[in-house]
């Protein structure tokens, strides 16, 4: 089970979760976000960030722009939330090979992996890094292949539940490891990673 926490801006949280066993982490540069990365923090935290995959998380950006952005600080993947076309991903590949597509059932019912041309394909809730939990029963998990992530609202207690209900190829979290808004909890961090390691997988 890959497990990616997101929102990191601090390299001792980013240090604390590779220790723990994350497999990927995640900064988001978006202004008006609570988690908002500088320039200074994106880079103190992929200074830490050895061994893990670096995704450089963005809302709405120009895709290319945001993979100019991603390869410039030096970023492994990008992932994009918003409304992004083949065309878009294309253009954002050839400068970032790894963008993954991050989208909702709200957003987007018939969801498919690799449809818009992503590396990897993130099923989030309708409002990114919100922390709300979402229906996962309306999700039909049988066009995502294998190495989709789920996400939205997950958080140490539910995570387990979440991976059996859904058989994700791994998990992304960000409000729920958090003891206040972008204020990320070690402990919690801790406890996420290891009740993601421990949950069982009942479909395949
Ligand atoms: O975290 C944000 O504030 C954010 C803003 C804009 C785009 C994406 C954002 N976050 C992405 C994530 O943290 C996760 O990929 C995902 O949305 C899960 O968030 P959460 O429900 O808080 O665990």
């Known amino acids: 089970m890959y497990v990616k926490i997101c929102g990191l801006r601090d390299p001792a949280h980013a240090e604390h979760a590779i220790a723990c066993g994350a497999d990927a982490i995640g900064v988001v540069m978006s202004p008006r976000s609570s988690r908002h990365a500088t320039l200074t923090e994106a880079a103190a935290v992929l200074a830490v960030a050895s061994g893990v995959d670096t995704a450089l998380v963005v809302n709405r950006m120009d895709a290319a722009e945001a993979a100019r952005l991603a390869t410039e600080l030096g970023f492994d993947v990008l992932q994009l939330h918003g409304t992004y076309t083949v065309a878009d991903f294309a253009a954002a590949r050839r400068i970032i090979p790894r963008v993954w597509r991050a989208t909702s059932i709200a957003d987007d019912p018939e ?32 066009r995502l292949g294998t190495e989709w992530l789920l996400a939205g609202g997950l958080d140490p207690e539910n995570v387990a539940a979440a991976i059996t209900a859904t058989a994700p190829g791994g998990v992304d979290v960000s409000s729920g490891v958090e003891s206040a808004p972008g204020v990320k909890d070690p402990e919690r961090i801790a406890q996420f990673i290891s009740a993601a390691r421990q949950a069982h997988i009942t479909i395949q």
């Open 111 to 142: 969801l498919r992996a690799g449809e818009r041309g992503e590396e990897r394909l993130l099923v989030d809730g309708a409002i990114p890094g919100s922390g709300k939990p979402w229906d996962l029963t309306s999700l039909d998990t049988h």
